[in-house]
């Protein structure tokens, strides 16, 4: 086997004292694309933002994040992306959007202003915002949840980071446009052969997008491996409970999805 | 039209009800003055005998009731008589005309000043809320805003005019100078420097603390630890973002200050013997001259409502958001 | 002491200080008996120069240390009354107005734009110049412009408040408007409005020592307004007579804002 990517081992993350992760030990290979399930409060963000650099102050941790794919130490928004919840709270308000993203790629890529607006542009092109040209200098406020989450995304891959995390990035949309976000951003993840982390409680996305399925419990890993044998055998009955759950609540969801799409087709 | 004009007209008409209560108020206190403009046309005139005084009252329609000399009243501002200063024995509207560009000189740079200095103070203090910095400022801000204007402008008088000498006592230039062109601007900036500071210093900590509350606010907005993930540097979080949305809020106070500044200038420049449209008021009171006094305040609510709406527009320019639901 | 504990530090030293001057205000007959402005010795005696007046005499002869123990009195006096008088008034105001709703409202809220409009010294000019300098006078002239925040923040309050349950309750128990207005909401939003209090009484010190200074005060009266002024005709020969009541000032207002920070944590009026 191949060095891997990323190399978390025996993370431990509390805050105040009440411990948020305990002893979480995972891989991930480069151009893998990894959904970390659970229920609410079982310590997801909590390792997202702890891979990502981003615990708040009052965390403390222990434990080594390391990437061996990196011949330095990662840089927020040079080697590592992140794409939030709620699309609204990555913006700054009285910002154009044009400049929110050229910020990003003139820190991280060295290109002048101009260049970075142009380079701007292109990104709002490949997240399919129209018009992307007269679009840069809009405010955040004159797009809709779905264009908001895209223009994070635009300025997330600015820096050109070699990995994605995302924690719950359609949770605050509608199920339309969870779907038209999810297909982008596996295009845009397969494009640029980026390693993606996505934390998510929808099973059947997990299922669809994923390579691997890291399943966390109160903190705990309790079970991680291939998408099809996890889904398809788990071994730990808390994975078999989140599936089952999840399959009595959202198959109808489901198929109403599908025709959704397909007419939208 | 163009839609600041429309914008402009808008507002004004917004603002007439306010003004109308402005003038009920102003007639009200004219009528709750002792004597009449017969006694002060007496006064001013010289003697005249009661029979005459009687006819005179009848001329004007001052016998006729409250509500016809409201009219009067009304009608005469409405094209722009102010009525007769009896103590200047000129129309109120020139003396307040010749006054008025010196006080907005004082208050225009006393904002300015006290907006820059005090948001970039305020920029320095909010950039890391609750460091040495932070609170150094924070106590300092909090005893400079409890000084009074007028008194610190005598105590700067003892220091810099008194006993440094660097600068005049008071005056807006220096009398019968004979400078003209720059060296006039010079002698009328140096001659401003104590005054716009007197005035200016409260409104100055009052922005920074204002700014600097609004930055510790605006840090847990969670837009910023995005900026963080995106790795843009501190400085720039600090001055193109957080501060850049803290300062909507301290631009809207400006216009509310606008009417306190114009209070405070009557004390300040009575200090600094300037002769502005805020000593005038004082000026007034003390000659019992109630017209010139009822022109003060009209006038001054006018400059109020004129220098709200011009941050109303620069606050259009300034948030995204407002200049889209225009 | 239960209010004590509640208090942070800034809000005790606020609260110390405050306390001496009360005491000042109250002990000044018995410190500096007789009439403050009356000639007790030798004019311009520099402070600490002299036992009989400790912190000297002023142009004419008046002990500074009397002057100042007295000028407390007016300046509490004035404060506190017209602070008092403009927080009544405007929660008054903001309460008919929110509640009253419509037409009644669109009038008060007119007239409290036009209060906030002129500028509150001026409003006091105007009201002393056609009532003359007394302290009655002074409390009333002053609280014309210091009522319109409290209206303000009344008003927003009882808007909140008026579709909340007791509200409602006391509607069905078919009490009048005017009687929920005043013993079901104004009771509820006084909350608000007292953080107000701080800041208005602040505001109406710098004002009354404004007025003094312009010599619009009471003149029977010492004040620390007057006081710097007196000073002021001799501010090369004696710059103390108007720099010690200026900071006698500077002290009260501080207290006061230490004071009102303390109490209102949640809405940080006072910078
Ligand atoms: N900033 C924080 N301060 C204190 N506790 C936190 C903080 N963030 C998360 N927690 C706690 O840590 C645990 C894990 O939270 P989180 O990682 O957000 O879970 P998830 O994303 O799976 O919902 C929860 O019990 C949560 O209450
Ligand atoms: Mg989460």
């Known amino acids: 086997m191949t060095e891997p990517y990323l190399q978390v081992k025996n993370l431990n993350v509390s805050y105040a004292a009440i411990p948020a992760l305990a002893n979480v030990s995972i891989d991930l290979a480069k151009g893998e694309r990894l959904a970390v399930i659970g229920e609410s409060g079982s310590g997801k963000s909590t390792l997202a933002m702890a891979i990502a650099g981003l615990l708040p102050k009052q965390a403390r941790s222990s434990g080594t994040i390391d990437f061996p794919g990196l011949s330095h130490s990662p840089k927020p928004g040079k080697d590592i992306g992140v794409l939030f919840q709620d699309p609204s709270g990555s913006l700054d308000p009285v910002m154009k959007i044009g400049d929110q993203i050229a910020e990003v790629a003139m820190t991280h890529q060295g290109i002048s202003w101009i260049a970075a607006r142009v380079r701007a542009a292109q990104l709002l092109d490949r997240v399919r915002i129209p018009k992307p040209l007269s679009r840069l200098n809009s405010y955040p406020h004159e797009f809709s949840g779905g264009q908001k989450q895209r223009i994070a995304m635009a300025a997330a891959l600015a820096g050109n980071p070699s990995l994605l995390i995302a924690d719950e990035p359609t949770s605050a949309l509608d199920t339309v446009v969870q779907r038209h976000i999810v297909d982008l951003l596996d295009e845009l993840v397969r494009e640029a052969g980026l390693t993606l982390l996505f934390v998510t409680h929808d099973i059947a996305l997990a299922s669809e997008r994923a390579d691997t399925i890291a399943v966390l419990y109160q903190g705990r890993l309790v079970e991680t491996g291939p998408t099809v044998r996890v889904l398809g055998e788990p071994e730990h009955p808390y994975t078999r409970a989140l599936i089952n759950t999840h399959i009595s609540l959202d198959t109808p969801r489901a198929k109403r999805l599908a025709e959704i799409n397909v007419a939208d087709l | 039209m163009p839609p600041i004009v429309s914008f402009f007209l808008r507002r004004l008409l917004g603002a007439l009800p306010v ?171 140096a001659h401003l420097i104590l005054p716009v500071a007197s005035l200016a210093m409260v409104y100055l900590v009052l922005y920074l603390r204002l700014m600097r509350d609004r930055m510790s606010e605006i840090w847990r907005d969670p837009f910023v630890s995005a900026l963080e993930a995106r790795g843009i540097s501190r400085s720039r979080i600090v001055w193109r973002h957080v501060a850049r949305n803290a300062v909507l809020p301290v631009v809207t106070m400006l216009g509310l200050q606008a009417a306190a500044m114009l209070g405070g200038s009557v004390v300040v420049e009575s200090v600094f013997a300037i002769p502005g449209f805020g000593r005038l008021a004082a000026e007034a009171v003390a000659r019992r001259d109630t017209p010139l006094l009822l022109g003060v305040i009209l006038c001054s609510a006018v400059t109020v409502i004129i220098a709200n709406l011009l941050v109303d527009l620069a606050y259009g320019k300034l948030d995204p958001r407002v200049r889209a639901g225009r | ?171 069905t128990l078919g009490m009048r408007p ?94």
């Open chain 3, 178 to 271: 005017l009687e929920i207005a005043f013993r079901e909401i104004l009771p509820n939003a006084f909350g608000p409005t007292v953080s107000l209090a701080a800041i208005s009484v602040a505001a109406a010190i710098l004002i009354e020592a404004a007025l003094s200074f312009l010599g619009f005060g009471d003149p029977n009266r010492v004040t620390w307004g007057s006081m710097i002024a007196e000073g002021r005709t001799v501010l090369r020969a004696a710059p103390y007579l108007s720099i010690v009541p200026g900071i006698a000032l500077v002290i009260t207002v501080l207290s006061v804002h230490l004071i009102g920070r303390g109490l209102s944590r949640r809405e940080r009026l006072v910078p």
């Open chain 2, 19 to 189: 003004l109308v209560v402005v003038l009920v108020g102003s007639f009200l206190l004219l009528e709750a003055a002792s004597g009449d403009a017969v006694d002060s046309y007496v006064a001013r005139s010289g003697a005249m005998d009661a029979e005459q005084m009687a006819q005179l009252r009848q001329d004007w329609g001052l016998d006729k009731g409250p509500l016809y000399r409201f009219r009067a009243y009304a009608t005469a501002l409405a094209e722009g008589d102010l009525g007769w200063s009896t103590s200047f024995e000129r129309p109120v509207a020139s003396v307040i005309f010749e006054r008025l560009p010196i006080t907005l000189l004082l208050m225009g740079v006393a904002t300015a000043l006290a907006f820059s200095l005090g948001s970039f103070l305020g920029i320095l203090a909010g950039a890391s809320p609750g460091s040495f910095r932070d609170r150094f400022l924070s106590i300092a801000s909090l005893a400079i805003y409890a000084v009074p204007g007028f008194w610190l402008g005598l105590v700067l008088i003892v220091i810099f005019a008194v006993d440094l000498r660097w600068l005049p006592v008071g005056g807006i230039e220096t009398i019968a100078s004979g400078k003209s062109g720059l060296a006039r601007l010079g002698d009328i900036a």
């Open chain 3, 1 to 171: 002491m239960n209010v004590w504990r509640r208090l942070n530090l800034e809000a005790r030293i606020g609260a110390v200080m405050l306390s001496i001057l009360v005491l000042m205000a109250l002990l000044a007959p018995l410190i500096a008996p007789g009439d403050p402005l009356a000639i007790t010795g030798e004019p311009m005696v520099r402070p600490f120069a002299s036992e009989a007046h400790v912190l000297g005499t002023d142009r004419l002869g008046r002990d500074v240390l009397a002057g100042l123990l007295h000028g407390t009195r007016t300046t509490l006096l004035v404060a506190f009354f017209s602070a008092a008088a403009a927080l009544i008034v405007g929660s008054i105001v903001g309460t008919l107005s929110g509640y009253l709703g419509g037409f009644a409202d669109t009038v008060l809220m007119r007239i409290t734009e036009a209060f906030q409009t002129v500028p509150g010294f001026l409003l006091a000019l105007a009201a002393i110049s056609v009532t003359g300098p007394s302290v009655p006078t002074l409390i009333f002239a002053i609280s014309l412009g210091n009522w319109t925040q409290a209206a303000r923040v009344t008003r927003a309050e009882v808007l909140s408040l008026r579709e909340r349950d007791f509200v409602a309750a006391a509607r």
